[in-house]
C-alpha cells in the first residue's frame, strides 16, 4: 500500500523560509507525479505546486510563482517544497498528493494517493 508522510510545517512569521517534505513508502517516488496543494479554513483545496515524473516539467499556481519551489529526491523517495518569504495567506493544511502518471496536472480529482497534511501558518 502506498503511503504519504508530510512533514515540516509549523508557526512562522511573515518573511520567514520553510521546507516541507513528503516521503513514500510503498512504492519508489520515480513511478509518481507530485503535488502539492493546501487548504486554509472554510476555503476549498487548492492546487500548490506540481512535479512530473522525469522532473523535468514543474506547475505552480500564480499566488506562489517565485517564492515556492518544488524538487523531488528519487534516492530519498522523498517531494519537497521550499517556500520563501511566506506571507499570512499562505497559512493552510499543506497536502502532498501522488499520480501514477508521468504528467503533472493542477486538479486534485487526477491525485489518487494523500497525504494526511502538515499544518503552516503564517503570522503577520
Known amino acids: 500500500q502506498v503511503q504519504l508522510v508530510e512533514s515540516g510545517g509549523r508557526l512562522v512569521q511573515a518573511g520567514a523560509s520553510l521546507r516541507l517534505s513528503c516521503t513514500i513508502s510503498g512504492r519508489t517516488i520515480d513511478a509518481y507525479s507530485m503535488n502539492w496543494f493546501r487548504q486554509a479554513p472554510g476555503l476549498e483545496r487548492e492546487f500548490v505546486a506540481g512535479?512530473?515524473?522525469?522532473?523535468?516539467?514543474?506547475l505552480y499556481a500564480n499566488p506562489v510563482k517565485g517564492r515556492f519551489t518544488i524538487s523531488k529526491d528519487n534516492d530519498k523517495n522523498t517531494v519537497y517544497l521550499q517556500m520563501t518569504n511566506l506571507r499570512p495567506e499562505d497559512t493552510a493544511v499543506y497536502y502532498c498528493a501522488a499520480r501514477a502518471s508521468a504528467y503533472v496536472d493542477a486538479r486534485p480529482i487526477l491525485y489518487d494517493v494523500w497525504g494526511q497534511g502538515t499544518q503552516v501558518t503564517v503570522s503577520s
Open positions: 512535479i512530473s515524473r522525469n522532473e523535468v516539467n514543474t
